[in-house]
């Protein structure tokens, strides 16, 4: 049981004591010494940073963006810095006419061609030769063999800024059984032989002439072709094989050269020139070519393809090492199977042969299984197949036009080659050189397409002449439309990188396209396509900078997520002593203005 605690007398003598108060303990006061020391400290914080620090950060955060001179790089994609000529000289030879007589004749020709060009950029000028002038027809007929003459004994017709290459030979030869005026191009020369009639050679008293206006038509008829094409180029570039970043810049490069273009070309003509380009490959300094002999049986398992290429390829392409150089190699492929997306070739019980249908000419290679690399090498790849069908299903040819070659663009060629065709029967081991000469005629005709040659005018060494000023302009204009495209790029990514060998790649390329340019002026147009393809090549490396590349792809946003866990941790404490350094300095400025 609980008990009851009392009070007992002793606990009066107790006293309640109260409790003593708590009070804060105060930090000693800072002396004046220790304030001075903490502003010291927080200063030379601060002064190592924006003195040290920042510029050292600035210095290796910085972006170097070499200076480009963007003005001038406009002007050449907009067509402002150069407007490309094309003068075309040509030599006539009148070894039976007098100097008077002669002269007359080509200044009435150069008015008749003037009068019937519409293409101003694309222009024939006329020079006479002036060694060749003897009424004696042994001493002319030695003068035509020798053909020694030079720049000065040349009277030239028109505006020329110099004397350039010379583009064709006219050659004038009477014949008095002849009614009538005609001409013979020399299929392996730059020479046109015109035979006259005695009664046609114009008088010096005479203001026209059926001769002058006939050679006129046939020059102009010569060069229609190559015409049209540069007339193409200049209003389409992109049509040349160009990437699609180049030629829509490039478009805008030909607006100041249209309106020196000739007539609009017509619907039939444009098509046939769009395929064309279309089917040509963009232009490259090297080309690599593979031969390919493909066979769906065990023969032919070799062919003499060595001394072939030697006799029937190999001079095509010395001819056209001045535009491209090529390499070549060889392969054979026996038991080579049809694409399983090609159908079966189909027997002609009528005409006894065996037909491709045209459709399944696209898929006629079978990708997956026939050894045919792409891209073998620095340059674009042609692949030529020379197919040998089996004995069962030959004659092989192409349902309808019974064709045995044909194109396929960006790619290559192919060529069937009957036995019969190849003068040899079916079990034949090998292909002797004779039975490969027709393939590789038709390769050589084939290539030239891929490059982009005319088919006019008749003569090997004129479409060489009409396929490097082709080249020439196309070059041109690509690289002009590469300096507009990287001027626009770095105006529009101010935060992109333009290292020193942009800079120095800019200025190599326009300074070759201003050589160019004049060159071409000038009519020496091979200077004209090596001073281009330096210019492509430079613009091309220009523009495609890596170190410049990789910087479109790290915008601000990355760089503020990349600094900002490290400047955080170090700038609060920094921001916040200095924050409260001022607030002190404040108030004790505050504390003596009362005192």
């Not at 008749?112 to 002036?130: G, Y």
């Not at 273009?261 to 279309?278: C, G, Q, Y």
């Not at 593979?290 to 290429?309: D, G, K, M, N, Y």
């Not at 069962?392 to 663009?409: F, M």
Request: hydrophobic share 40%.
């Amino acid at each position: 049981m609980a008990q009851d605690i009392g009070t007992g007398p002793d606990d009066a003598n107790f006293k309640v004591v109260a409790s003593p108060v708590t009070v804060q303990k105060q930090p000693p006061t800072e002396s004046s010494q220790s304030i001075k020391t903490r502003g010291l400290v927080i200063l030379s914080f601060w002064a190592l940073v924006i003195l040290l620090g920042l510029p050292v950060w600035l210095w290796t955060t910085s972006i170097y963006r070499a200076r480009l001179p963007l003005p001038d790089m406009l002007d050449w994609a907009d067509g402002k810095a150069c407007k490309p000529t094309f003068p075309l000289q040509i030599t006539i030879e009148a070894p039976f006419l007098q100097e008077t007589e002669a002269t007359h004749l080509v200044r009435m020709t150069q008015h008749a061609l003037d009068d019937l060009n519409e293409f101003s950029a694309h222009h024939l000028r006329l020079q006479l030769a002036k060694s060749f002038l003897s009424r004696d027809p042994q001493n002319a007929s030695m003068a035509v063999i020798h053909g020694a003459y030079d720049a000065r004994s040349l009277i030239q017709y028109g505006s020329r800024d110099g004397l350039g290459e010379e583009a064709l030979t006219v050659r004038l030869q009477p014949n008095n059984g002849a009614q009538a005026a005609r001409a013979e191009l020399q299929s392996h020369s730059t020479r046109l032989d015109v035979f006259y009639a005695s009664n046609q050679a114009p008088s010096i008293s005479s203001s026209s002439s059926t001769l002058a206006t006939f050679i006129a038509t046939k020059l102009q008829e010569l060069f229609a072709e190559e015409q049209a094409i540069i007339a193409h180029i200049l209003q389409s570039p992109q049509n040349m094989g160009q990437t699609p970043q180049v030629s829509s810049s490039a478009s805008s490069a030909s607006r100041e050269l249209r309106s020196r273009s000739f007539r609009s070309l017509n619907p039939e003509l444009a098509a046939r020139l769009d395929s064309r380009m279309t089917r040509s490959l963009k232009y490259a300094p090297t080309y690599h070519i593979t031969v390919s002999l493909f066979t769906p049986s065990a023969a032919p398992s070799s062919w003499e393809i060595e001394s072939a290429l030697a006799d029937y390829f190999t001079p095509l392409l010395d001819s056209i090492s001045d535009v491209s150089n090529f390499t070549v190699d060889t392969q054979v492929q026996l038991y080579a199977t049809f694409s399983p997306s090609v159908h079966s070739p189909e027997h002609d019980t009528e005409q006894q042969i065996w037909t491709l249908r045209e459709e399944d000419l696209s898929g006629f290679i079978n990708a997956a299984e026939w050894p045919l690399s792409p891209s073998i090498g620095a340059g674009p790849t042609l692949n030529f197949v020379l197919y040998v069908p089996d004995h069962s299903t030959s004659p092989l040819v192409v349902k309808g036009s019974q064709a045995s070659s044909w194109l396929i663009p960006q790619w290559g060629g192919v060529v069937i080659l009957n036995p019969q065709d190849a003068n040899a029967t079916s079990n034949e081991a090998a292909l002797s050189k004779e039975s490969i000469q027709p393939a590789l005629l038709t390769f050589s005709h084939q290539l030239l397409s891929f490059l982009g040659a005319p088919q006019t005018p008749p003569s090997l060494p004129l479409q060489l002449q009409t396929l490097t000023r082709i080249r020439a302009a196309s070059l041109l204009l690509s690289a002009s439309a590469t300096m507009g495209s990287l001027a626009r790029l770095t105006v529009a990514l101010p935060s992109i990188a333009i290292p020193k060998t942009v800079s120095s790649a800019v200025d190599t390329t326009l300074m070759h396209l201003r050589t160019t340019c004049d060159a071409l002026k000038e009519g020496r147009f091979r200077d004209a396509l090596d001073n281009a393809r330096i210019a492509e090549i430079q613009a091309e490396k220009g523009f495609f900078e890596k170190s410049m590349v990789g910087q479109v792809y790290f915008p601000d946003e990355h760089k503020v997520a990349v600094y900002l866990p490290l400047l955080g941790p170090v700038g609060v404490p920094l921001f916040m002593s200095a924050l409260k350094e001022s607030r002190r300095l404040w108030a004790s400025r505050k504390a003596g203005q009362r005192g």
